[in-house]
């Protein structure tokens, strides 16, 4: 009686394209809710938005955006309530708007700048240690596979005769085998101090932060944020634009900035697929998943405020330059990062001939 290790035993390594996945079932997952409903009564002409004449109190009509004036009915507080409403006023957004705005008061820079200036902070104060260590434990976990592999044949020896001698079955066999070898695996986790699930923190604090900032960008854009002088920092971001969207609280028409990022996160995963040699069933699936919501991501894209998009473009921008320094020798070494078998001295050179030989030179 023998046990295959290979089919019971999973592998760390799959933790890359778990995290992967993870991060983007999140994101598809926040896509169906009611974040998007006030947006597509927006109706832009070459003019910039539509406004509104809404009766008050006193028989006077005062002038905003139909758009604006549905979101900050929204969150009020007499409104229906529901989970987006919590986050849209919840401390972490509101924290997210003083950011954003100590950042625009702080250097004077046009809105367009602040974002792009705060996201690249963000991304390399936060993101960018968080993802060096996430490769430091997955180079950790990688080297100890050889190891693994060789706690997993003998104990598959040990199990196969222990079953023999007390006539166990093959149930018995198996759990009996796993339950040892989770153990050991456990043990040797413990003992290098990098269990999987470290590799994970990235996620935890990627998304949340992606989110928050995201939230506290649609309030600032719709006049839903500080109700005291809501209107003024929309109208700031109003004209607070550049070159093909001068206007942040409005729809990219030309959805240059919603193409961009569908085409920047599809690039960021066909590196993580192009460094995968053999991938298994599961990372196979993750790829193709998150390749789907990359290009979901276009269409919704198109039905946020520029600012958002803006927001998104420079963080995907970001983590692919994030993406490609990790994969620098010189880098990885100034981050302690392990050298690991499958490391490469000429990692970028390997990227564009894998990348020429599957889409350029194929036929």
């Known amino acids: ?16 394209a778990r995290v992967l996945g ?6 598809l997952c926040r896509l169906g809710g009611r974040w998007l409903r006030p947006l597509p009564v927006l109706q832009l002409g070459a003019q910039g938005p539509q406004f509104a004449q809404v009766p008050s109190g006193g028989g006077e009509r005062s002038s905003a955006p139909v758009w604006a004036v549905a979101s900050v009915s929204a969150v009020s507080p007499g409104g229906a309530g529901g989970w987006y409403e919590a986050l849209a006023t919840s401390a972490p957004v509101r924290g997210a708007e003083e950011l954003l705005l100590g950042a625009h008061d702080a250097t004077g820079l046009p809105w367009w700048s602040t974002v792009v200036l705060t996201t690249v902070a963000l991304r390399s104060a936060v993101t960018l240690p968080l993802a060096a260590y996430q490769h430091y434990i997955l180079a950790k976990v990688e080297n ?34 796993l339950k040892n070898m989770r153990r050991l695996v456990s043990e040797l986790y413990v003992r290098d101090n990098c269990h999987p699930f470290k590799a ?9 932060m992606w989110i928050f900032m995201s939230v506290a960008l649609r309030n600032l854009s719709t006049g839903a944020a500080h109700a005291e002088a809501g209107f003024s920092v929309q109208e700031q971001l109003a004209t607070g634009g550049v070159l093909w969207f001068p ?4 729809l990219d028409s030309t959805w240059i900035l919603p193409v961009s990022v569908g085409v920047i996160n599809l690039l960021i995963i066909e590196i993580f697929a192009l460094q995968k040699i053999g991938m298994s069933r599961f990372q196979t699936y993750a790829t193709y998943f998150v390749r789907a919501v990359s290009v979901l991501m276009i269409p919704v894209a198109a039905t ?41 001295d000429t990692p970028y050179k390997d990227l564009f001939a894998a990348f020429y030989a599957k889409f350029i030179s194929r036929k």
């Not at 190891?147 to 759990?175: M, P, T």
């Open 1 to 16: 009686m023998r046990l295959t290790a290979s089919t019971e035993l999973e592998l760390p390594l799959v933790w890359e």
């Open 22 to 27: 993870s991060a983007l079932a999140h994101m």
């Open 144 to 177: 100890l596979q050889p190891e693994i592999k060789n706690i997993a044949s003998h104990l598959n020896q040990e199990v196969a005769i222990r079953a023999h001698q007390l006539g166990w079955s093959k149930r018995v066999a198996r759990l009996t085998y």
């Open 200 to 208: 994970t923190v990235l996620v935890w604090i990627q998304i949340p």
């Open 247 to 250: 206007d942040l609280t409005a």
């Open 304 to 344: 946020v405020p520029s600012s958002i998009v803006l927001y998104w473009l420079c963080s995907s921008f970001m983590g692919l330059s994030q993406n490609l320094l990790l994969r620098s020798p010189r880098f990885r070494q100034l981050c302690r990062i392990p050298v690991t078998k499958g490391d490469s």
